[in-house]
């Protein structure tokens, strides 16, 4: 099979691949459409950066280069042994486990069995190529880290929750989750129950004043939970303004930003793999089955959906080109995904 493999600049390497094995747990899926992820070049740039300790064990598979991809929508190929919920031919999507081999950046690309779900027959594979990574970031940002209540035990009280970066993939999945916690969110953004899109362009004091604002207007004196998902200093300065002291900042990726006096920290998606390579990472196993079959339910019943996307041409030649774009920060409130069939050479 037809594989890209990821190295920092960001290059790609095409390579022949042999069609890999399910182990008893994992599910082998014919890849229709891959979704493409900011970290896929962030990752082999970090990876350059370690030559000792405990990060560089994480990251050392990825240093000699490796298949990025993560986010898999196609068709189940083979199942495991042990996995009772799928069989050949089902329609899917996964999150592949980061930092292994059999990515989804390739024709066929292995998931376990936990973090594969069910597509429903409306929800297109280019859609759902969307939603695994981010979708799940945002599930562990919301309800492991920040504790806030899960859609099937909706909040009864409002609470206050800022998100930096609404527009990207992982900020409009925890909007959207968020809505589905609430019976104070109606909508994506209902501003009778006091939600507020603030433009950062206004300016970093601007946006301080009118967070604080938005806050007071809803009855409340203080912010204790909020994400980041821009992780760029003018978003730290703003949050580390408005959280309250000790109160917490979730980013959504590695930094070195300080943000006391209130918490800030970096939990990783990898959490549902319970692992980045060989390096524990906090288990959230259970959440990622959970919201996996969430997704599923949700996506059925039209209270959930993907994030807006792009088709980049070339399939998997085109790889490296969207990548370089991602890094030029080119794609705005938009995801890129690639079909495989549009891979020159392909039958």
């Known amino acids: 099979m037809k594989e890209a493999i990821n190295h920092s600049g960001p290059r790609v390497v095409m390579r022949d691949s042999p069609i890999p094995e399910p182990d008893d747990d994992q599910v082998l899926i014919k890849v229709i459409f891959s979704g493409m992820n900011p970290k896929d070049w ?31 929508a196609g068709i189940v190929e ?3 042994a042990n996995v009772v919920e799928f069989k050949p031919g089902d329609r899917v999507a996964a999150f592949h486990e980061m930092v292994t081999p059999h990515g989804s950046y390739a024709e066929y690309a292995i998931a376990w069995g936990y973090t594969t779900f069910y597509l429903p027959k409306h929800t297109s594979f280019e859609e759902a190529a969307t939603i ?13 880290e920040l504790a806030l209540p899960c859609p099937w035990t909706p909040a009864t009280t409002s609470i206050p ?8 993939a992982v900020g409009s999945f925890a909007i959207k989750l968020a809505q589905n916690s609430s ?6 953004i209902d501003r009778s129950k006091g939600d507020t899109i603030i433009d950062y362009r206004d300016g970093m004091e601007n946006v301080i004043k009118k967070i604080q604002e938005a806050i007071k207007a809803t009855g409340h004196d203080e912010v204790r939970h909020s994400i980041d998902a821009a992780i760029v200093q003018t978003s730290a300065d703003t949050l580390k303004a408005v959280v309250a002291p000790g109160g917490q900042i979730i980013f959504t990726y590695h930094n070195e930003f300080d943000v006391s006096p209130a918490v800030g920290s970096q939990p990783t998606v990898g ?11 906090g288990d959230a196993r259970e959440l990622g089955y959970i919201f996996c079959r969430y997704f599923t339910r949700a996506l059925q019943l039209g209270t959930f959906s993907g994030h807006p996307y792009e088709v980049r ?5 085109g790889v490296e080109q969207a990548l370089k774009d991602l890094k030029e920060g080119k794609a705005s409130a938009t995801k890129y995904v ?3 069939a549009d891979t020159p050479g392909l039958g």
């Open 132 to 144: 695994p990574l981010a979708a799940l970031t945002a599930a562990v940002v919301l309800y492991r």
């Open 78 to 80: 083979k199942v495991g």
């Open 42 to 72: 962030k990752a082999p740039e970090l990876a350059q950066m370690y030559t000792e300790g405990p990060m560089y064990e994480m990251v050392k598979p990825i240093k000699d280069g490796l298949n990025q991809g993560d986010d898999i």
């Open 183 to 188: 019976h104070y969110v109606e909508t994506l």
């Open 271 to 281: 959490m549902v793999h319970g692992r980045i390579g060989n390096q524990p990472v």
């Open 313 to 317: 041409e070339g399939g998997l030649e």
């Open 161 to 168: 929750l800022v998100i930096y970066g609404g527009s990207t």
């Open 338 to 340: 690639i079909r495989i």
